[in-house]
């Protein structure tokens, strides 16, 4: 298996646009998780899907962040509008969903909104 | 949630072994220690877990206090590439039988030549 997929690895756009993240988990993976990574607030989970369900999107900051999982081998993070706090490093992460089993992250993608 | 505490970093010198504390007085007895790392640059990594004993991977050693409230995570000799920030985390139900990741802050790890 190729690992978990993200892309772009890098985005760059104007404040304000629509962006789009994108993540392929690990084939057979039942649970997906979406972090944010900054320098200030270190890694936050913003929201986990099980079975393309999404469990827990507590860690969303706010409406202009919407998370989707149509099927199991395919999940999107939305930020619309965005804003040039949203500059961050995005991580999809997969795993079985099971206490005792590990989560595989992807590379991540670096998002700079200007 | 059961939180865990780390100090904030830890100096080590090439080829010594290294002992990282991790703290977890409110864990339940369900809940598994993991430990990731992240390299730099790169997303986390798993490291290795555990429920009540020791154990033993290629990469580390895990060391559980017997109650279960501490634990260590030994590298036995550290190398350059052991350099990393490295997260002590428990995996706690969320919700019927959903187990979600929650990260803290971590211990950065440098590694001196």
């Known amino acids: 298996d190729a690992g978990v997929i993200q892309s772009p690895r890098h985005e760059v756009t104007e404040m304000g646009q629509e962006v789009t993240l994108r993540c392929k988990p690990i084939s057979g993976h039942n649970s997906l998780f979406w972090y944010r990574q900054t320098m200030m607030r270190g890694l936050e989970l913003l929201i986990y899907?099980?079975?393309?369900?999404?469990?827990?999107d507590s860690g969303m900051p706010e409406d202009r962040f919407s998370a989707k999982m149509p099927n199991a081998s395919f999940s999107t993070l939305k930020i619309q509008p965005s804003e040039p706090r949203d500059s961050a490093v995005y991580f999809c992460a997969s795993r079985v969903d099971r206490a005792n089993t590990e989560a595989f992250f992807g590379q991540g993608t670096r998002l700079t909104v200007v | 949630d059961a939180k865990t505490t780390q100090p904030n970093s830890m100096e080590s010198n090439e080829e010594e072994p290294v002992h990282l504390p991790c703290n977890h007085s409110?864990?339940?007895?369900?809940?598994?220690i993991h430990w990731y790392r992240q390299l730099p640059s790169q997303g986390p990594e798993y490291v290795i877990h555990g429920l009540t004993s020791n154990v033993n991977n290629r990469m580390a050693s895990l060391a559980i206090a017997e109650d279960r409230k501490s634990s260590t995570l030994i590298l036995h000799r550290a190398t350059l590439r052991d350099a990393a920030v490295y997260y002590c985390?428990?995996?706690?139900?969320?919700?019927?039988?959903?187990?979600?990741?929650?990260f803290g802050k971590g211990t950065l790890l440098t590694v001196n030549p």
């Open positions: 985390i428990l995996t706690t139900i969320s919700g019927g039988s959903n187990y979600k990741l929650t």
């Open positions: 409110t864990i339940s007895g369900t809940d598994y």
């Open positions: 899907f099980n079975n393309n369900v999404p469990i827990d």
